[in-house]
């Protein structure tokens, strides 16, 4: 019961069919395998925020590969400290040799459901965790790791329920891979509430750009930190 598939489609000139189904090495009940995956060249990263493996609805995220037509699992993901109710793979994406996953119940630092994301490389046919990344300005409820995205250097996530505009009115913080760079003086690009740099772990440089969901009251100041995110194609 609610152990989810995921299915795979080919597209041949303008009509897509079914390629394969996936379903994980180790099924079990109530898991909600599939209910998010994403797809990167012959990589398929597919979701069991659910799954209990050391501990109850910590959640699970399994990779897939394709050769030639036929598609098998390649690794499962878990995280490095992953407690019951986590709801690890909440979220999920990849990009060529990367991916992340989102945990938007982790309790980093022991802040409840602030919520923290996963970033994993892949060497050969193994995938290990390479940083675990959260919000500098994390806070109880946060859920950050609702969303995630990942493309080249950038990785973004989203926190909807973070509170620094309005209550619950949500961010999305971004991240570069690498060493800090520098960056114009905050004045320069917006109000120093809307646009931060932080230096984080695991040579991730952290950045903040502050989104708000009713978007005809965006001050104009913002403009260019906007244009920045656009210009990320994430």
Same mark, same amino acid.
């Given at each position: ?24 090495? !180790? ?12 797809i ?26 394709? $050769? ?11 995280? @490095? ?5 986590d709801?690890?793979?909440f ?5 060529? !040799? ?8 982790e ?15 892949? @060497?050969?046919?193994?995938?290990s965790?390479?940083?675990k990344?959260?919000? @500098?300005?994390?806070?109880a ?18 926190? !909807?329920?973070?509170?620094?505009t309005?209550?619950?009115?949500g ?14 003086p905050?004045d $320069? ?5 809307n646009?931060?740099?932080? $230096? ?16 005809? @009251? ?17």
């Open positions: 019961t609610d152990r989810g598939a995921a299915c795979i489609c080919h597209k041949s000139g303008g009509t897509w069919t079914e390629q394969a189904m996936v379903k994980t090495s !180790d099924t079990a009940d109530n898991e909600w395998f599939g209910r998010g995956a994403a990167s060249g012959e990589y398929v990263i597919v979701n069991a925020y659910a799954k209990t493996t050391n501990n109850t609805g910590q959640g699970a995220a399994y990779i897939f590969y394709r $050769s030639g037509t036929s598609w098998a699992q390649q690794a499962k993901l878990n995280a @490095s400290d992953s407690e019951a109710g709801a690890y793979s979220s999920v994406d990849i990009d060529g !040799d990367y991916a992340i996953v989102g945990a938007l119940n309790d980093p630092g022991g802040t409840s459901d602030a919520g923290s994301a996963y970033i994993y490389v892949r @060497s050969g046919t193994s995938w965790q390479q940083a990344i959260q919000a @500098s300005d994390k806070e409820d946060d859920n950050f790791g609702r969303g995630v995205t990942i493309s080249g250097d950038y990785a973004a996530v989203g926190a !909807d329920n973070e509170d620094t309005a209550s619950n009115a961010s999305v913080y971004i991240f570069k891979r690498g060493q800090p760079e520098f960056l114009p905050v $320069s690009v917006g109000t120093g509430s646009y931060r740099r932080f $230096s984080s772990l695991d040579t991730w440089t952290h950045y903040v750009y502050r989104l708000w969901h009713t978007l005809p @009251s965006i001050d104009s100041s913002l403009t260019w930190a906007l244009k920045r995110l656009s210009l990320l194609h994430i």
